[in-house]
């Protein structure tokens, strides 16, 4: 017996469309390995419809008054959170990720940014105006930038739409979105869902891989290009838009290092390390993987830590004493596996290391010590659920390991002297430091990076204001 696939569509001007040259790819879920759906391989006509809808809805969203884009976004989150079952059940089928984990830990979140997004839409701040030259006023405005070319990635399929969707729409601008290839559905719902409270064309969603995404960085109509992704995808993204001078917004890599110094309360480093380098498979720019100790507590914390992986578990997406699920897809396999085959003869697996099952793309809890700074896996992103133990000395060579990545998007210090966390997050390189906790996010704060992590700011008044342009007027007082 032959099941159906589950046939998605891209959402643009308002309407559901296939793609116009009718092509598709097919899209697994990753906890089995097996198609469950196909969505629009979109080409070159897809993308110009979705620019043209954007751009003809612009005028008159730009117009609107904070008010309205306010209350459009709160009824938005509204909707998410009273079809919340629907959306953790796609989100689970695009990604794997545990049903109970996504409900608590994903849903909650996302409709809280959305809703501090609708607050913000009316708290844009700017110089007052005043009198900087005799006879003339000034004034400061705001205004939207414009179309808005968005390209969410494959980790947190619900949330970056958020984080993209949510600042662009309540500034003013109109949206693009396209999904990664391997999960559109949690952004074709969410379509669905808002298409009943947004003016045709604000909101537009097409699905496709890279080429659709060049496409859409390429095209001439948005001001602005925003991505969540790779480094070398954020590479290709900047040297596209730079061509028409476009905006750019740019979440790419990251290699958190995690600094353990010798006074830190060892069990609850330990625990709460484990749960934010393993939490959704590690598939995370700011997820803990990569430690570094003090050596005078190396060897019990690397023991306490690879019984913490050993008690840690994954599995299929309804299983709730799982603590995350399979990698996204087979090639993301392959590149985390290939990462511990070609480990140095002076690095120890201390647990894990291996594929889980024979069905999906499932890899154990894994913990690897005795690395050196210039070592592959300490120097890439690995971006599966592999935790790595270095050892330090003292402070200044554990700021040097901790500095010595491309990457500069989040750290964290585990201590309790308070003069050393303060001097280490002064010299951590990087967009966020955590002090005795790894991995928290609020709305109300920026997230972002330096180095090949990127620039602009998620989240946050920052976040906000990226999607903005800023205005001069100036005005005679004797006219």
Not at 13 to 25: I, L, S, Y
Not at 141 to 146: D, K, S, Y
Not at 376 to 394: K, R
Request: hydrophobic share 40%; with cysteine.
């Amino acid at each position: 017996m032959t099941t159906e696939l589950r046939r998605l569509r891209n959402y643009i001007g308002g309407e559901f469309k296939d793609a116009a040259d009718g092509r598709t790819t097919e899209v697994v879920n990753p906890a089995t390995g097996e198609v469950y759906a196909t969505a629009p391989l979109s080409g070159q006509a897809d993308v110009d419809a979705a620019m043209a809808a954007a751009a003809a809805a612009f005028p008159g969203w730009r117009d609107t008054t904070p008010a309205e884009r306010q209350k459009a976004l709160l009824k938005i989150a509204d909707a998410f959170e009273a079809r919340a079952d629907e959306l953790v059940a796609a989100e689970s089928e695009n990604t794997g990720k545990p049903l109970a984990l996504t409900a608590s830990e994903e849903l909650p979140p996302m409709v809280d940014q959305i809703r501090f997004f609708a607050g913000a839409a009316r708290l844009l701040e700017g110089r007052s105006a005043g009198e900087y030259m005799e006879g003339m006023t000034s004034i400061i405005r705001r205004e939207p930038v414009g179309v808005c070319a968005q390209v969410a990635p494959w980790n947190y399929p619900m949330m970056m739409a958020v984080w993209k969707f949510a600042p662009a729409i309540a500034a003013g601008n109109t949206v693009v979105l396209k999904p990664s290839d391997t999960t559109p559905a949690s952004t074709v719902l969410m379509a669905e869902i808002i298409d009943s409270v947004l003016p045709k064309g604000v909101f537009n969603v097409i699905c496709g891989d890279r080429e659709t995404g060049k496409a859409m960085v390429e095209h001439s109509t948005p001001a602005m290009a925003s991505i969540t992704g790779s480094v070398r995808a954020g590479m290709q993204v900047a040297e596209s838009a730079s061509k028409d001078v476009k905006r750019v917004h740019l979440e790419l890599g990251g290699k958190a290092p995690v600094v353990v110094f010798e006074d830190a309360d060892i069990a609850k480093a330990v625990e709460d390390i484990a749960v934010a380098g393993y939490f959704n498979a590690g598939q995370d720019c700011t997820a803990a993987t990569r430690v570094l100790v003090h050596e005078s507590i190396h060897d019990e914390f690397v023991a306490a830590l690879a019984k913490a992986a050993a008690d840690t578990k994954t599995g299929q997406p309804d299983d709730e004493d799982v603590l995350y699920g399979p990698l996204n897809n087979p090639n993301q396999l392959k590149q985390v596996a290939g990462f511990i085959e070609r480990l140095p003869a002076h690095a120890k697996v201390e647990a894990g290391g291996h594929q889980v099952g024979d069905k999906g793309y499932f890899y154990a809890p894994t913990v690897v010590s005795g690395l050196k700074q210039d070592d592959e896996i300490i120097q890439n992103e690995v971006f599966g659920p592999v935790i790595t133990v270095q050892s330090f000395t003292n402070e200044g060579q554990a700021l040097e390991y901790a500095n010595g990545v491309e990457f500069a998007l989040a750290s964290s210090v585990w201590t309790k002297d308070h003069g050393r966390a303060m001097r280490m997050s002064k010299n951590l390189d990087f967009g966020c430091v955590w002090i005795n906790t790894h991995i928290p996010l609020v709305a109300e704060m920026p997230h972002g990076g330096f180095k090949k992590s990127g620039y602009g700011k998620d989240l946050s008044a920052y976040g906000f204001e990226d999607y903005t342009r800023i205005k001069h007027v100036m005005t005679s007082l004797d006219s």
